[in-house]
């Protein structure tokens, strides 16, 4: 059973930085595509980035380019997310995400299986 959580999350100050990290298992992830997600309060969820597993392409919503940086360790089955000078805005609640296939997309529907999520809290 495939299986996804997430952990890191949690308080920072405006123009700090953290670490997400989600943990797979369930699967050998060699084709498929992993994600980040969030979902701020009353607004609609939002692609952040995602990566493919076996090639390591990269892509990143445009509020987060050049601040933002996804990684992952097949050794470990770890995917990452590192955040570095997070903005008020951008509390929310962040999810990792995996689907079958060779492309990024930066629709959520078109992604299956989905972990319970980690709060991050970007103070003032």
């Known amino acids: 059973q495939l299986q996804l959580v997430e952990s890191g999350g949690g308080l920072v100050q405006a123009g700090g930085s953290l670490r997400l990290s989600c943990a797979a298992s369930g699967r050998t992830f060699s084709g498929y595509v992993m994600a980040w997600f969030r979902q701020a309060p009353g607004k609609e969820r939002e692609f952040v980035s995602g990566?493919?597993?076996?090639?390591?392409?990269?892509d990143y919503g445009d509020s987060v380019k050049g601040r933002f940086t996804i990684s992952r360790d097949i050794a470990k089955n770890m995917v990452y997310l590192r955040m570095d000078n997070l903005k008020t805005k951008e509390t929310a609640i962040y999810y990792c995400?995996?689907?079958?296939?060779?492309?990024?997309?930066?629709?959520?529907?078109?992604?299956?299986?989905w972990g319970q999520g980690t709060r991050v809290t970007v103070s003032s």
């Open positions: 995400t995996c689907r079958q296939g060779v492309a990024i997309s930066t629709l959520g529907k078109q992604f299956r299986y």
């Open positions: 990566i493919i597993w076996s090639g390591g392409g990269t």
